[in-house]
């Protein structure tokens, strides 16, 4: 399994940033996929998290009414839309997989991760 993510950039508060994530490899169907991020000096955070059969997803506070997760099964990718964007929301976003078909917001509970890429919002 390989995941690709990008679409990171600068933006300024208030602004919108897509995230992608290209997942190759498997069948993803039975999977659930994740975004997660880290800013320099603190732990991995759950964003948020979709089952890819059919599409439900569950947001951290922090997020929710801001961003969106979404998949497209032709192309097997997993976007996470992000809105009304704040400084707060700098980080390094990484997309991950796991092949158990339950929802978590654990990052240890997922086996494959993505390389990362970065968002800075500036004030």
């Known amino acids: 399994v390989q995941l690709q993510a990008s679409g990171g950039g600068l933006v300024q508060a208030w602004g919108s940033l897509r995230l992608s994530c290209a997942a190759s490899?498997?069948?993803?169907?039975?999977?659930?996929m994740a975004w997660f991020r880290q800013a320099p000096g603190t732990e991995r955070e759950f964003v948020a998290t979709?089952?890819?059969?059919?599409?439900?997803?569950y947001y951290a506070d922090s997020v929710k009414g801001r961003f969106t997760t979404s998949r497209d099964n032709a192309k097997n990718t997993v976007y996470l839309q992000m809105n009304s964007l704040k400084p707060e929301d700098t980080a390094v976003y990484y997309c991950?997989?796991?092949?158990?078909?339950?929802?978590?917001?654990?990052?240890?509970?997922?086996?494959?991760w993505g390389q990362g890429t970065q968002v800075t919002v500036s004030s």
């Open positions: 991950a997989a796991r092949e158990i078909a339950v929802l978590t917001t654990i990052p240890q509970r997922y086996k494959y």
């Open positions: 490899g498997r069948t993803f169907s039975s999977y659930v």
């Open positions: 979709i089952r890819w059969s059919e599409g439900t997803t």
